[in-house]
């Protein structure tokens, strides 16, 4: 199989899960949040955060763009910024507007391996910014990143089990 097929695939597979795991959220969800523990998001961060979990991060490995304000780099951002405590991390306020910005994260995704290629999916070796002086091939980079979304589509997935939903393996895996 080549690296195009197989991160096209899981790309599928996995945002049409995320996607159908969003469908049970509602509105009044939002603020929830796990009760015992501590540094949980709430469901209106963990949604945004979904949004953004592979197809921004694609770009930045295929493109270069990490999303840092003009003349900014990755490295010059501090660590509290780039990883802050979850209070402090961006909520949707809608549920409707998380699916929608899934959306469009999936189209970025899909672009982003199109425009990649199979050649330099396979062949260039790139380093995530987070990782200086470690380099994968980008291809891996781009698989880790739908294993990241498919990571928060889990914590999705026992955010509905904890609040009682009748969810089960099924939904898990988009079926």
């Excluded at 490295?75 to 949707?92: G, S």
């Excluded at 959306?103 to 910014?129: C, N, S």
Aim: aromatic share 8%.
């Amino acid at each position: 199989m080549k690296w195009t097929e197989l991160l096209k695939s899981h790309v599928e597979d996995v945002y049409h899960a995320t996607e159908g795991l969003m469908d049970l959220v509602k509105q009044k969800d939002l603020s929830w949040k796990p009760e015992t523990g501590s540094n949980w998001m709430t469901m209106g961060q963990l949604l945004m955060h979904l949004t953004t979990a592979c197809g921004f991060c694609m770009r930045g490995f295929v493109t270069g763009d990490w999303g840092c304000p003009e003349g900014a780099k990755y490295e010059d951002i501090p660590e509290e910024q780039m990883l802050p405590p979850a209070e402090k991390m961006p909520a949707v306020k809608q549920v409707a507007k998380a699916k929608k910005l899934l959306a469009e994260d999936k189209a970025l995704a899909l672009a982003m391996i199109e425009q990649a290629g199979e050649r330099t999916l396979a062949t260039k070796k790139v380093e995530a910014p987070w990782n200086p002086g470690t380099k994968y091939e980008l291809g891996l980079h781009l698989l880790h990143m739908v294993g990241h979304l498919s990571q928060h589509k889990g914590q999705l997935f026992y955010y509905l089990k904890l609040m009682g939903r009748p969810v089960h393996t099924g939904h898990l895996w988009g079926m």
